[in-house]
């Protein structure tokens, strides 16, 4: 089992940046891959960004690309989105993500879900 809670959402304006934090406990922090994914209302929930379990290997959103980075810390068993030029289209719920595997990819299939928090993009 893997616990993950989310921080670090808001209110920013177009342009502005924001980063996310993740806290994952249960597991051991580095036999898995993590990823953040985002939903709005009326809608599926999307893939936003992913990281291996070394870190060496990232995948993200084309809509995301250039834009956000994501990153994970094994000191403080932490996962991170930082999130630069935002725009209103980025607006929704972000969830963080773990997968049962090492593997990136498998991020897409998560098993473990945080809370969500809240991005707001105003215009």
């Known amino acids: 089992q893997v616990q993950l809670v989310e921080s670090g959402g808001g209110l920013v304006q177009a342009g502005g940046s924001l980063r996310l934090s993740c806290a994952a406990s249960g597991r051991t922090f580095s036999s898995y891959a993590l990823g953040w994914f985002r939903q709005v209302p009326g809608k599926e929930r999307e893939f936003v960004a992913a990281?291996?379990?070394?870190?060496?290997?990232?995948d993200y959103a084309d809509s995301v690309k250039g834009r956000f980075t994501i990153s994970r810390d094994y000191a403080k068993n932490t996962v991170y989105l930082q999130m630069n030029s935002l725009k209103p289209e980025d607006t929704a719920v972000y969830y963080c993500?773990?997968?049962?595997?090492?593997?990136?990819?498998?991020?897409?299939?998560?098993?473990?879900w945080g809370q969500g928090t809240q991005v707001t993009v105003s215009s």
């Open positions: 990281i291996s379990w070394s870190g060496g290997s990232t």
């Open positions: 993500a773990a997968a049962r595997s090492k593997n990136f990819l498998s991020v897409r299939s998560a098993a473990y």
